[in-house]
């Protein structure tokens, strides 16, 4: 497997291409939608730059890949198949690794089927760093045991969860209400502690409850994930609430934490110094300065 191309080229593409260093394979390309807009080209751009990856122009270019991973944002999972289906070799493989309720996975199957594509559901378990590649994966659908294959060929790290589509997605969605809830919950308890002059007291009694979790610690790592990635976090989070709804379930909670996610990723601030209190006052200031 020689020809291998992305469509959106962010963080994940980014962290797989560096991993592969010089195992990559001979031909690799990306195309960025981002790209085509002067405000948004930067990015792409240095990232593919930083890993070495070729930035094509039109998504035509993509044509004669043998394997395609598409790693877009939630929202735009669909349109992506839509836009990449006529350029697709019969017998390619399309990686969905997007974060996507397992509805939105089989549309996207269809289209690529439909061209004789051969459709993959990936679900990323992990932050992409530290191990990049290496990061675990779940694959589902028909063609899963291949998939697998050309993966581990890949020096990556997959495991089949079925073989119908939307059972990796089904996995990493309904685990998401957990732990980007948590993140959520960590916001609005923190903050308001913090808020109050009492989080050191509310921590306390925190540990009290859970001992085994340095409450500190841990608030100011899921603050950072809000912070760095909250707008990311809430288009999953939105396809979380259409999983449950699929389901058949209320989904509030899954609402209320895209919510979270969505407004302090909106106040598009550094993670700055890895403490719960500072991390808590940059947020509270920049609302502050929001509300006044």
């Not at 394979?25 to 981002?34: F, G, S, V």
């Not at 594509?117 to 530290?130: F, Q």
């Not at 994930?225 to 288009?235: D, E, I, L, Y």
């Not at 209320?256 to 940059?282: E, F, K, N, V």
Request: proline residues 5%; aromatic residues 6%; charged residues 25%.
């Amino acid at each position: 497997m020689q020809d291998i191309a992305f469509v959106g080229f962010g963080e994940a593409a980014e962290a797989f291409a560096k991993g592969w260093g010089t195992g990559a394979p001979d031909h690799l390309r990306a195309y960025d939608e981002k790209r085509d807009d002067p405000a948004t080209a930067a990015v792409p751009q240095g990232r593919a730059e930083a890993a070495g990856v070729a930035l094509t122009d039109r998504v035509g270019a993509l044509a004669g890949a043998q394997a395609v991973f598409c790693l877009v944002t939630a929202d735009r999972a669909v349109l992506a198949a839509e836009q990449a289906a006529p350029y697709l070799e019969a017998g390619a493989f399309w990686f969905d690794g997007n974060s996507c309720s397992p509805g939105a996975k089989r549309q996207s199957a269809a289209i690529i089927e439909g061209v004789g594509g051969r459709y993959v559901d990936v679900a990323i378990m992990a932050p992409v760093y530290p191990r990049m590649h290496k990061t675990p994966l779940l694959i589902a659908g028909p063609h899963a045991e291949d998939a697998e294959a050309l993966l581990r060929a890949l020096g990556m790290e997959p495991r089949i969860a079925g073989d119908r589509v939307g059972e990796a997605s089904a996995i990493k969605m309904i685990r998401s209400v957990m732990i980007k809830g948590m993140e959520a919950l960590t916001a609005e308890c923190l903050l308001a502690a913090r808020r109050a002059g009492i989080e050191d007291r509310v921590l306390t009694s925190l540990t009290a409850s859970n001992p085994n979790i340095d409450w500190p610690k841990q608030a100011a790592y899921n603050l950072e994930r809000m912070m760095v990635h909250g707008r990311r976090r809430a288009s999953e989070m939105r396809e979380v609430a259409a999983t449950l709804s699929e389901l058949g379930l209320p989904n509030a909670l899954a609402s209320a934490t895209a919510d979270w996610q969505q407004r302090i990723g909106d106040l598009t601030l550094p993670a700055g110094a890895d403490s719960y209190p500072d991390r808590a006052d940059a947020i509270l200031g920049r609302l502050d300065d929001q509300a006044s």
